[in-house]
């Protein structure tokens, strides 16, 4: 340090421009001071989706970044961005956060504050009502500090300090040029008075104008010693304490260069920014550390504003965007120019060099006894030309499995030892009479080698094994190589015999595609998709590990590696990770900050030490402090940044903030919000603090009142429930990262009122229906009962009307019940005198039919003896008894005793017939008689003393003297004539027509 020289003032403009531009090749020729980088995350204009430039930057309790933005006040959570313009749309150049926890800004001819609203939302304040109108026109307001419950805005012309509701104004000699706090007190710089500072309400001169260069402007100021770190737009640094200011000189700066900013890091270091140089990191005695520009990730080299956050990583505010440095990240980035972006293959280190393999060649890196190697200064150089695949340091010997060949290091360059074929890999083997063996795996299988005299003798390749040999590994115990390939199987080469064994999904290997050999802490171990799998030299078959089931399980394990603490780096899919033994019980620890990053199918790892584990990449290769990754635990602090109800169209209930935006609060009771059941869709967002391991943060929600319990841990950052009935719910929620550092619950409750026909004035209109109910159905109760009762006495009436009614009509039915049965005797008594008559005709009728026979049968008899002449009978007396028995007289009698019986029984059958058809001669009737009776042709030949023939022939006579057709039935007619009256003639012939 040294003090301030008047004679800055007097240098040449030339000589002015020689330094600046000497300043600027020394601080750009050390751009990659380290062999190890930082990966910048940048955020353009379009991703924040406001201005270019950020001018200042803040963080709250919380963990969300702010940032004084051309286009208003610029927020962003970890996962989203939202701006807050002012009311005016001006230029924010600065804020500050006052002990009231509210954020303070300024813009053109505008001050005044953020608070929070009754929904948890950001609302501004403007205290400009307060000012004089005089003092309303103001311009920018360029510096914005907070001192105990004071806040004050700086302007060129003005300072106002807010205090307790009003504002009072501090005029400046000339114009206020710069204003901060030094050791607990306001200081201001006026161009013509100087560094004064406020005391007891009065300036006080600190450093008087005339100690101060021409030209002399502060742009910023951190702790430093017991004074400040002063940097200035043209002037270099200074540090300012109660002795006065003295000129700083950092390594790598002059007193002429320009600074935009400066912070000091928790590790007492210091990060400047420039105009054009990027950010200048020095330590506290001004030696250059590093740099960072637009060559190690940033945007542009134009610094505006610098902030350490909570986790001490770095963000930047650029002329144009914004960058976050992991500054805090374990993790670095090796790929030096020179690489020319090539992909990583192998490692080693050898005679205090570190070797890299890439797919352009091989390089060597000089170290130091630096602890940690990724600050290594970068003096990369490259030593070989062509794809590397393998790098093997061995008993002081460095051997390289190339492209072109198998390839030993002598003397600053590699020197060929068989160039037949590429070399994928090297081990060594026990072998008889020979300490050096080696074991190469090639394009072509697997050559053996033997080192003598400093030389390597080629023993052959092994028969029997033709296929590419990468992954190859030595059995000490069974005295055997195990060569495995990813798509063939698992072979094993016995070195007594040469004899080669293959072993498939057959051998108890879970398939055989993608089995990879490695040996692990001396074991041979197969890294398959289903675990791990070790050789059963007694079953000679393959199973899963009983060691390292309980860790893997059946992840799909391709690549492993074990490192002298006794951990074991793998890799599952496309993410690596390692299993760590540090404790009683192993747990696997992922590295999602890789993901996507490593060499897929070339997987390498080479540790050195807990702070060294190299890791090969996709571009060059990664470094990881693996010791201050699992240190690098910090409190992780998850808030629900936004709760929207919905229904058609989202309403915000809930803004981020429970109080104050800087305010480390929680929901209060009071704030207990009631959302209407019309939007009983709830949407919660939710996010962690940006950081370094912002990649692997994951997130478990649980709603209390709706969920049964926690949810699974799941990367989504928000969450939705639709369609929640009536009820008091509490949503909370949790973050952990891959270190499984878990955050403290954040929690956020609701109502849910009832739909409108569940409400109280609902319940109450229900219940003065209820009482109106009540009474009406009281007295509709009683007029039921009323009526019922008369209703009942009539009932009654009728009932006994009916069983009165019922008594006579049983007594009637009793009445025709006997009558009907009296009748129904007459009737029997009828039906039996018609029997006995029917009975007696038929006995009459065959009594006629009995005589008529044996009428004719004397007849023939006596025929007979008449023309024999035999017998000695008179002939006289025969003539006579024949005569008598021709005689019809008794036959006529004995048919009107017939007919009288026939009309008896049949309702007159023979009257009537005689009346309607009276032309009828008294065989007709007789006929008819006989077909009433239904008798056949040749009962009624006998009867009537004629043939059948005569009986046909009568029918026929009789249906033309009656008129019946030929198809009508003839007893049926005659049956009709019985049951109809005497003068049912025509009703008779219309039934027959």
């Known amino acids: 340090m040294l003090f301030l020289k008047t004679n800055f003032q007097r240098c040449m403009p030339l000589k002015l421009s020689l330094m600046v531009c000497l300043v600027a090749f020394m601080i750009c020729s050390k751009g990659q001071s380290f062999i190890g980088q930082r990966e910048v995350v940048n955020f353009t204009k379009q991703a924040y989706n406001a201005g270019r430039q950020n001018w200042k930057i803040l963080q709250d309790k919380q963990g969300r970044c702010y940032f004084a933005n051309n286009e208003g006040v610029l927020i962003f959570d970890g996962s989203f961005w939202k701006l807050y313009p002012l009311p005016n749309k001006t230029i924010v150049w600065s804020f500050d956060f006052g002990n009231d926890n509210k954020l303070y800004v300024g813009g053109q001819d505008e001050i005044g504050y953020f608070g929070t609203n009754k929904y948890g939302n950001l609302s501004y304040t403007s205290l400009k009502e307060l000012l004089d109108t005089e003092d309303q026109k103001f311009a920018d307001v360029w510096n914005i500090v907070h001192l105990g419950n004071d806040v004050f805005f700086r302007t060129t012309s003005k300072i106002f300090r807010y205090h307790d509701g009003k504002i009072t104004v501090l005029l400046p000699w000339s114009a206020w040029g710069y204003m901060g706090i030094y050791n607990n007190q306001l200081i201001a710089h006026d161009e013509e008075k100087g560094i004064m500072v406020l005391h007891n309400n009065q300036w006080q001169t600190l450093v008087p104008g005339s100690a101060l260069p021409a030209g002399f402007y502060i742009t910023g100021m951190a702790p430093y010693d017991n004074g400040s770190l002063i940097t200035t737009a043209k002037n270099g640094l200074f540090v300012l304490n109660d002795k006065g200011i003295n000129s700083f000189q950092a390594q790598g700066t002059s007193a002429m260069q320009g600074f935009t900013s400066v912070i000091q890091l928790n590790n007492g270091s210091y990060l400047l920014g420039t105009y054009n140089n990027g950010i200048i990191h020095i330590q506290a005695n001004g030696a250059l550390i590093e740099a960072f520009t637009k060559a190690e990730g940033l945007q542009n080299n134009n610094i505006k504003s610098l902030l350490a956050d909570q986790f001490h990583n770095i963000w930047v505010g650029l002329e144009n965007g914004i960058s976050f440095i992991p500054f805090n990240s374990a993790i670095k980035h090796i790929n030096p120019p020179v690489f020319n972006d090539a992909s990583g293959f192998a490692m080693a280190l050898h005679e205090q060099q570190l070797f890299f393999g890439l797919s352009n060649g091989i390089y060597s890196l000089p170290i130091t006894n630096t602890l940690d190697l990724s600050f290594t200064l970068n003096n990369v150089h490259r030593i070989a030309e062509g794809q590397t695949w393998q790098l093997y340091h061995y008993k002081n010997l460095l051997l390289a499995g190339k492209e072109e060949g198998f390839f030993q290091y002598n003397n600053s360059s590699f020197t060929p030892i068989d160039v037949s074929t590429g070399y994928w890999t090297f081990k060594p083997y026990d072998a008889k009479n020979d300490s050096f063996a080696l074991a190469a795996g090639n394009y072509l299988g697997l050559h053996l080698f033997s080192y003598q005299n400093n030389h390597f003798i080629n023993k052959g390749i092994i028969p029997n094994l033709n296929t590419s040999a990468r992954y190859v590994e030595y059995d000490s115990a069974l005295h055997c190589i195990w060569v495995s390939h990813p798509y063939r199987g698992v072979y094993k080469i016995n070195l007594q015999n040469n004899n080669v064994q293959l072993y498939t999904a057959a051998n108890g290997l879970p398939s055989t595609l993608n089995n990879h050999v490695f040996k692990i802490k001396n074991e041979i171990l197969i890294a398959t998709e289903k675990g791990i799998y070790t050789y059963n030299a007694t079953t000679d078959n393959f199973q899963s590990s009983a060691s390292y089931q309980p860790i893997f399980d059946s992840l799909s394990i391709r690549y492993l590696k074990d490192d002298a603490a006794g951990n074991i780096w793998f890799v599952h899919e496309k993410t690596i990770g390692v299993v760590d033994f540090s404790t009683s019980k192993p747990f696997i620890v992922y590295l999602p900050e890789l993901s996507g990053k490593i060499l897929s199918g070339f997987e390498h790892v080479f540790p050195i030490d807990q702070k060294n584990i190299f890791i090969s990449g996709e571009s060059g290769f990664y470094h990881l402090n693996y010791l201050q990754y699992k240190q690098n635990i910090h409190p992780l602090t998850v808030y629900i940044r936004n709760v929207n109800a919905k229904n058609k169209e989202a309403n915000m209930v809930f803004g981020g903030f429970y109080g104050e935006p800087n305010a480390d609060a929680s929901q209060s009771a009071e704030n207990f919000p009631s959302i209407t059941h019309k939007y009983n869709s709830v949407q919660f967002q939710y996010s962690v603090a940006f950081d370094e391991q912002q990649s692997s943060i994951e997130y478990r929600y649980w709603l209390k009142g709706f969920d049964k319990e926690w949810s699974e841990w799941t990367k989504k950052s928000e969450k939705e429930y639709t369609n929640l009935p009536a009820g008091f719910y509490t949503f909370q929620i949790q973050a952990r990262n891959n270190l499984n550092n878990t955050s403290a619950i954040s929690s956020y409750s609701f109502y849910i009122l009832p739909p409108w026909y569940k409400s109280i004035w609902a319940y109450l209109v229900y219940g003065i229906l209820l009482i109106v109910m009540i009474m009406f159905l009281y007295k509709f109760q009683e007029n039921k009962i009323q009526q019922k009762q008369e209703k009942r006495m009539l009932e009654e009436r009728k009932k006994y009307e009916e069983e009165q009614r019922n008594l006579e009509y049983q007594h009637q ?106 032309d009828l001669t008294a065989n007709e009737l007789k006929l008819c008689a006989y077909l009433r009776m239904n008798l056949s042709s040749k009962e009624i030949a006998q009867l009537m003393s004629i043939s059948t023939r005569g009986v046909e022939i009568g029918r026929y006579r009789l249906r033309k003297k009656l008129q019946i057709p030929s198809d009508a039935n003839l007893f049926r007619f005659l049956l009709d004539i019985e049951e109809s009256n005497t003068d049912g003639v025509s009703s008779i012939n219309e039934k027959n027509d």
Do not use: C, R
Request: glycine share 0%; net charge neutral.
């Open 813 to 918: 039915l009793a009445l025709e019940k006997a009558e009907k049965e009296l009748i129904q005797l007459k009737n029997e008594k009828l039906e039996s005198e018609i029997n006995f008559k029917n009975a007696e005709l038929a006995s009459t009728a065959m009594n006629l039919v009995q005589k008529k026979e044996f009428l004719l049968k004397i007849k023939d008899e006596l025929s007979k003896i008449n023309k024999s002449g035999k017998e000695q009978i008179e002939l006289n007396e025969l003539k006579k008894i024949l005569k008598e028995l021709s005689e019809e007289k008794n036959l006529n009698d004995e048919w009107e005793q017939f007919s009288v019986h026939f009309n008896q029984v049949h309702s007159n059958f023979l009257l009537k017939l005689k009346s309607l058809y009276p």
